[in-house]
C-alpha cells in the first residue's frame, strides 16, 4: 500500500492510539465492587475491549446476570470512567511524531471510537489537542446525521468522509483488532493492523490482515 497517496489516515484510539487498559479496568471493577461481584484483571479487560462499553461491562459481569443490574453497573462504569479516564492512561511512544509529521505533509487526521462520544472527546482533547482534525465516538450526533453506531458499522468513517469531503480511496483506517477490520471493509476502505495494539500481529494475520505495521514510525517511512 502507498501512503503516499492516502489524505486522510483514521485511527482508532484504544490500543491504537492510547494505552487505556489501566484506566479501563480501574472502572469496571469500581463499578463491579460497587455490585458486590469479583472484578477482573487487566488481561481479562484486554480480551473483553473493542466493541464499546457497553459490551466490556456486559462481559466483565458474570454471565447471564440480570439486565437491571447490567444496566445499573454500565451507570456505574460510565461515571466513573468519566472522572476518571485519563488518571493512567498514556500514549503510545511516537504517535505524537507521526501525528506532527504526518500534519507538515498535509495529512488529515481523525479518530473513531467506541467509546461513548464525550469520552472519546475528552481523552483526544488530554493527550492530541491541536494534533488531530476530527474525532468521531459512538452515539455522536451533529443535529444532521443519524447517531453514529459503534464500529464495525462503518458510520463514523462515512462521516469523517463526508466531513471533509474524501473519497474513500484517499482513506486509510490504522487499528489493532478484528473490529477496526472489519470496519474499514465494511466503509470500502484500505486497513492497516497496528502490531503494537492489544491484539498484537499474529492476532491480526490469523484475522485475514495483509497489511501490518510493526511500530508507529512505520506509517510514516
Not at 493527550?127 to 447517531?147: A, M, S, T
Not at 476502505?189 to 494475520?205: E, N, P, S, V
Amino acid at each position: 500500500m502507498n501512503l503516499s497517496t492516502k489524505k486522510v489516515f483514521i485511527f482508532d484510539l484504544d490500543g491504537t492510539i492510547l494505552y487505556t487498559l489501566e484506566d479501563l479496568t480501574d472502572s469496571v471493577n469500581f463499578a463491579l465492587k460497587k455490585m458486590g461481584f469479583a472484578t477482573r484483571t487487566v488481561e481479562d479487560v484486554c480480551s473483553f475491549v473493542g466493541n464499546g462499553v457497553g459490551r466490556l461491562v456486559q462481559l466483565s459481569l458474570p454471565e447471564g446476570t440480570d439486565k437491571k443490574i447490567y444496566d445499573e453497573c454500565l451507570s456505574i462504569f460510565k461515571k466513573h470512567y468519566a472522572e476518571h479516564c485519563c488518571d493512567k492512561t498514556r500514549a503510545y511512544d511516537d504517535i505524537d511524531m507521526v501525528f506532527n509529521t504526518l500534519k507538515t505533509k498535509g495529512k488529515i487526521i481523525a479518530i473513531v471510537s467506541n467509546k461513548f462520544h464525550s469520552a472519546a472527546v475528552d481523552v483526544c482533547e488530554h493527550y492530541f489537542r491541536g494534533k488531530y482534525d476530527i474525532v468521531i465516538g459512538e452515539g455522536y450526533d451533529d443535529g444532521i446525521h443519524p447517531i453514529v453506531r459503534r464500529k464495525p458499522s462503518p458510520d463514523g468513517i462515512n462521516m469523517i468522509l463526508s466531513n471533509i469531503g474524501a473519497a474513500k480511496d484517499e482513506a486509510v483506517l490504522i487499528g489493532d483488532g478484528e473490529t477496526d477490520f472489519a470496519t474499514a471493509n465494511n466503509a470500502e476502505i484500505d486497513f492497516i493492523g497496528a502490531a503494537w495494539g492489544y491484539r498484537g500481529a499474529d492476532f491480526l494475520k490469523k484475522n485475514g490482515v495483509k497489511n501490518i505495521a510493526e511500530k508507529v514510525t512505520d506509517l510514516i517511512s
